[in-house]
Each structure stands twice: as C-alpha cells, then as structure tokens.
C-alpha cells in the first residue's frame, strides 16, 4: 500500500502536476489523521472496556469483603460479647446470693465476663479501587457510600469500640493483685497451666473485684452499642452496592444472618 502511494507522488511530480499533488497531499493527510482518530477510539474503548471490567470486579470483592466481615461480628465478636455479658450476670448473681460460689464456678463466670474477640476489617478490594481511581465510580452517590464508610465510619468505629482495650486490660490487671494469685497446675492433659486462685475466702465481695466487675461490665456495654451502629454502616453499604450490581446485571449473594453459626 505505501509502495502504491510513493508511485502516484512519483508520476504526479514528473508530470509537473503541482496543483493536482497538492490536493493528494492533503487528501493523505487527511487520511492518516483519520487512521490516527480511529486508533484512538480503539484505544479509548479499550481502556474503558477494562475500567468497567476493573469496577466489576471492584465491587463485586468489596461487597464479598462486607459479607465477610459481617460473618465475623455475627459469628464471632457478637457471640462473644453475649458470652461476656452472661459472665457478668453470673458474677453480680453470686455477688447478691451473699454467699461464697464453688471457685470453680466463679472462675468460669470470670473467665466469661473477660472474654476477649479481635476485630478486623477486610479493605484490600476497596484499596484497590482507591488506588485506581474513585473516580472511575460514575454513580455519585455509591462513590460517596463508600468513600464515607471506609475512610470515616469503619475507622471511627473500630476506634470507638476497641480505643479503651488497653486501659481496661491494665486497670484489671491491678485489680487483680488484691483478689488473685498464680499457681501452676496440671491440666487435665498433665501439662502445666497457670491458674488464679482467689486469696481471701470473702474475695466476692471484695471492693477491686466490685471495680472489676463495673469496669468491664460498662465495657461490655459500650461494645454492644458501638457495633449495632457499626453494622447498621455495613447494611447500608450493602444496599447501595447491591443496587449498583443489580443494575450491572452483576451476580452476588445477598448476606444472610441466619446461616451464620458461632465460631467457639
């Protein structure tokens, strides 16, 4: 094809065929310029065919990240602060009996109220949505729901419900000095454990194990509530997501509470 095109400039310029060339020179710009236009389109549609499939993608992993993260509260963290406040219940019954409860028994109510849980986040799928680009999220208000939960309501509330762990953890520790001390003892599989042992026979009573028992009570308490509002920020997240997947004609799982079963 150039070679058929280097002919005709050749015959036109020995034929002194000025004006005639001229107009084949622009007509051979104007083509490239097409070809140039046309290669662009290609290319734009392409980089724009893999940003839908990228934002497909995208949404589909967050919205497997939320699902996965309410499978941790539902069958981990919320079992187990149900676990801390039966503890405490048990606790302030053998405190109100005004009677001393078998150790055994009131070791167990005691290891409940302490109950300890990690709570995590899974954002890796919203990180990399970041890192390419919100923007590339035409939906005002879905770019909104998740810039606002990942980068305000998920670390506000992880922050609410875990920024006094330490202190408690501390203050508990104290408390304990006038209450228990330590001893090794054989497990039921013969190995060596450390075991509190209360140290006076009136320690129910005593006024650190009352601090103990209010401190993570009202803990408790506080946790509970952070994380209802914790999760109501997840289903909100969800319902928007999901009708940007419904619109996309995108497949997805609704999450399902129900299914879900205690991990302990």
């Known amino acids: 094809m150039i070679r058929f095109f280097r002919q005709i400039r050749q015959r036109l310029l020995s034929g002194n065929r000025t004006s005639q060339y001229l107009l084949y020179a622009l007509g051979e710009i104007v083509l490239v310029m097409i070809g140039i236009l046309l290669a662009l389109q290609v290319n734009n549609w392409n ?33 187990r602060l149900r ?30 109220m302490k109950m300890s ?20 999220i035409q939906d005002k208000s879905l770019r909104n729901s998740l810039l606002n939960f990942y980068e305000i309501g998920l670390p506000r509330s992880h922050t609410f419900i875990t920024a006094h762990d330490e ?11 006038a209450v228990f001390v330590l001893e090794v003892r054989k ?11 209360p140290i006076s026979e009136d320690y129910i009573h005593h006024q650190a194990m009352h601090r103990i028992l209010l401190l993570n009570t009202q803990d408790t ?3 509970r509530y952070r994380l209802r ?21 995108l497949p997805y799982t609704p999450f399902d ?5 205690p991990d302990f």
């Open 187 to 197: 497990s039921d599989q013969g190995k060596p454990v450390h075991v509190q042992i």
């Open 257 to 261: 509470s129900t299914a879900i079963k």
């Open 117 to 136: 849980f990690l709570l995590t986040a899974t954002t890796e799928s919203y990180q990399s949505l970041k890192e390419r680009g919100l923007e590339i």
């Open 221 to 223: 308490r506080q946790k």
């Open 229 to 249: 509002n914790l999760k109501k920020g997840y289903y909100a997240t969800l319902d928007i997501l999901e009708e940007e997947l419904t619109r996309r004609s």
């Open 83 to 112: 676990m801390r406040v039966q503890g405490s219940e048990r606790l302030y019954n053998m405190i109100l009996e005004e009677r001393r409860p078998e150790d055994s028994v009131f070791l167990d109510a005691y290891r409940q």
């Open 167 to 177: 202190r408690i953890r501390d203050q508990t520790t104290e408390l304990e000095e």
């Open 47 to 79: 980089e724009a065919r893999k940003a839908r499939a990228f934002l497909d993608f995208s949404l589909q992993e967050i919205h497997s990240d939320l699902k996965s993260d309410l499978n941790l509260i539902y069958g981990g963290i919320e079992p």
